[in-house]
């Protein structure tokens, strides 16, 4: 009774988020919404400049989608929830080439509660979520998540949760789904 009262509360946490940002589906997991880059330039390892003011996406995890998930194990979770970001990107490599409004963006930004990965199959540069009420609210945030969607206790004992910030370049986008889905024709 309660995980499904922390589920619906979440849920109603993501609607608000997509409204409040006018995030759009793009592909089967993913919500893109769209942001202006702020501070001092950021320079990315495939030579991408960001200065302030430059538009980049802001990519969130339907967690609607998580938590119907409903995996048997950890892997398997790990499995399908991979598969499924791969085609998220994939549609918005194509979005990014095929849509006019899409190509705005040099960058690609989301912070989640996983540990730094996907530098080789996806291009992410990442960083820590600089401290403050942010990550502090999303810290908690992402324990009742994986709370709520984890499949066993060991599970959800064994992650270690620090919000991150991952980077995607467009460069970087296009390299890992245009490419080499060129490539694989």
Same mark, same amino acid.
């Given at each position: 009774?309660?995980?499904?009262? &922390? *589920? ?8 608000l988020?997509h %409204? ?15 942001g202006v ?15 302030e003011?430059?538009a ?6 339907d967690? *609607?989608?998580?938590a ?6 950890s /892997?398997?979770? &790990?499995?399908r929830? =991979? %598969?499924?970001?791969?085609?998220? #990107?994939?549609?918005?490599?194509? $979005?990014? !080439?095929?849509e ?5 963006? /040099? ?15 996806? =291009?992410f ?6 401290e403050?009420? /942010? $990550? /502090? #609210?999303?810290? !908690? #945030? #992402? %324990? ?10 060991e599970? %959800? &004992?064994?992650?270690?949760?620090e ?7 467009? $460069? ?12 694989a024709?």
């Amino acid at each position: 009774m309660l995980r499904e009262s &922390a *589920r619906y509360l979440l849920q109603f946490v993501d609607w608000l988020y997509h %409204r409040l940002h006018r995030s759009e589906p793009v592909g089967p997991l993913m919500m893109v919404s769209h942001g202006v880059h702020k501070g001092p330039d950021k320079h990315f390892n495939d030579g991408t400049v960001l200065v302030e003011g430059d538009a980049i996406g802001d990519f969130h995890i339907d967690n *609607r989608i998580i938590a119907q998930l409903n995996p048997r194990s950890s /892997r398997a979770a &790990a499995l399908r929830f =991979g %598969r499924l970001l791969y085609e998220s #990107f994939g549609e918005l490599a194509r $979005k990014s !080439v095929d849509e006019a409004g899409w190509s705005r963006y /040099r960058a690609y930004r989301g912070v989640t509660w996983m540990p730094p990965h996907g530098q080789t199959t996806f =291009g992410f540069e990442t960083e820590p979520l600089e401290e403050g009420p /942010r $990550k /502090r #609210f999303l810290g !908690v #945030f #992402f %324990r009742v998540l994986v709370w709520v969607v984890a499949p066993a206790a060991e599970t %959800r &004992a064994s992650v270690s949760i620090e919000p991150t910030v991952f980077w995607m370049t467009r $460069k970087q986008l296009l390299k890992n789904f245009i490419e080499k889905e060129d490539a694989a024709s």
